[in-house]
């Protein structure tokens, strides 16, 4: 029974998209994907205002990196997984775009402070990208840049390598799976920048941490890394 109402509330936020999309309740004229109690009970990390915060300390030793943040934790079946799972696979680029837009107000003092100029999304692979129809990370820089006023450079980074998901391997697997698979194809233009470089979420690292390391090779290119969710055990 529980399962059937799951599965029928599922299918309601299918058929009529005015619904939230984490509690599947109905969207007042001034709400948009996601309702305003749920907004609220969202479980922000608060990363922006944290130096040294613990997705910072995923990448320490492993890769040159400014700062680390993310906008949400991640816990199975928790409002956050509900959001991902929305802007990943119900082909809605726009669930992506008001991610961003959202993100983008949490950042406006961190963009500033840090002199961050322009912002990149992890790129998907040409084959993957077509299969999905959109990429999530670059919607939502999108939304990001939109709202902070700043470059999107997402366009000059490719993924050469169509790899295998990561959703069950060892964090020494995901490494290797995503080796070398990016490439900067216009090296210039991130010359003496500093970059915010976008996820939709991390676990590992292992994705994020292997396209930050082409761009920390270019000349005074400084990256600093963001995602929409962090998937931290002590959550």
Not at 128 to 144: A, D, P, V
């Amino acid at each position: 029974m529980i399962l059937a109402f799951f599965m029928f509330k599922y299918l309601l936020q299918l058929i009529y998209p005015n619904n939230c999309i984490c509690c599947y309740q109905h969207l007042v004229a001034t709400e948009n994907y996601v309702c305003t109690a749920c907004l609220l009970e969202l479980p922000l990390t608060n990363f922006h205002n944290l130096p040294g915060n613990n997705l910072e300390k995923v990448f320490w030793g492993r890769s040159v990196i400014e700062k680390a943040i993310a906008l949400l934790y991640y816990k199975k079946g928790g409002k956050t997984a509900k959001l991902l799972r929305a802007l990943k696979y119900h082909n809605n680029p726009e669930i992506a775009l008001f991610l961003g837009k959202y993100y983008g107000t949490f950042l406006k003092e961190f963009i500033v402070k840090n002199g961050i100029e322009a912002v990149v999304a992890i790129p998907l692979h040409k084959n993957k990208l077509r299969m999905r129809g959109y990429n999530q990370s670059e919607m939502l820089c999108n939304g990001i840049a939109e709202t902070l006023g700043i470059g999107n450079l997402s366009t000059q980074i490719i993924r050469t390598k169509f790899t295998e998901t990561q959703t069950k391997k060892s964090r020494l697997e995901r490494s290797e799976n995503v080796n070398k698979v990016f490439e900067i194809t216009n090296t210039a233009i991130f010359e003496n920048k500093h970059i915010l470089l976008i996820d939709d979420v991390i676990t590992t690292g292992a994705t994020i941490e292997s396209c930050a390391n082409e761009l920390t090779q270019i000349a005074n290119c400084k990256v600093s890394i963001g995602a929409l969710a962090f998937a931290y055990n002590g959550v």
